[in-house]
């Protein structure tokens, strides 16, 4: 039986999840107004989730032996245990967007830009999103509030109220 959207539990959930993908890449989507209201709260705690954790890293140390035998020293960043579980979470709730290839952007130069980096939508999410909202928190004293709604009238067709939701 439908529940809220119109729809059953697995696809609003789906479409949650398409929708938060999608505006956290973008920045912006446009959608229906009950959508984008539902959204609004989705993505909110996606964003807060973020921002409570992107600054939990451990760095460390990796000692490797050229061909010489020469000792290289090199220093790694890994998650900790909190920004690892909120990665996880946020995982769940979104679906995982690849990185897109530019216009003019040859193949060996898009290869190497995206080599080192497995989840680009969570790299997004946690080098990006998060300190920016992060350091708006320290300087207005403003949690949530994360996405803006604008109503644009209706849709040609079916006359379904549209709105465009935005990260701010």
């Not at 999840?17 to 107004?33: D, F, K, M, P």
């Not at 954790?53 to 010489?68: C, N, P, Q």
């Not at 960043?77 to 995982?96: F, W």
Request: charge should be positive; avoid cysteine.
């Amino acid at each position: 039986m439908p529940g809220k959207l119109g729809r059953t539990t697995e696809q609003r959930l789906a479409i949650m999840r398409n929708q938060a993908s999608q505006l956290l890449w973008y920045g912006r989507i446009e959608t229906t107004v009950s959508r984008a209201k539902e959204l609004r709260s989705y993505v909110e705690k996606l964003i807060t989730k973020a921002i409570n954790s992107y600054d939990d890293v451990i760095e460390y140390e990796i000692v490797s032996k050229d061909k010489k035998g020469k000792e290289i020293r090199t220093t790694a960043i890994k998650d900790g245990p909190k920004r690892l579980a909120a990665r996880r979470a946020i995982m769940a709730k979104t679906y995982d967007l690849q990185e897109i290839k530019a216009f003019n952007e040859k193949k060996s130069d898009y290869k190497k830009r995206t080599a080192d980096i497995q989840h680009p939508l969570m790299e997004k999410l946690f080098n990006e999103i998060a300190p920016k909202y992060a350091q708006r928190k320290e300087e207005i004293g403003q949690g949530g509030g994360y996405t803006r709604i604008y109503l644009l009238g209706q849709r040609r067709g079916d006359g379904a109220e549209q709105a465009v939701i935005e990260l701010i």
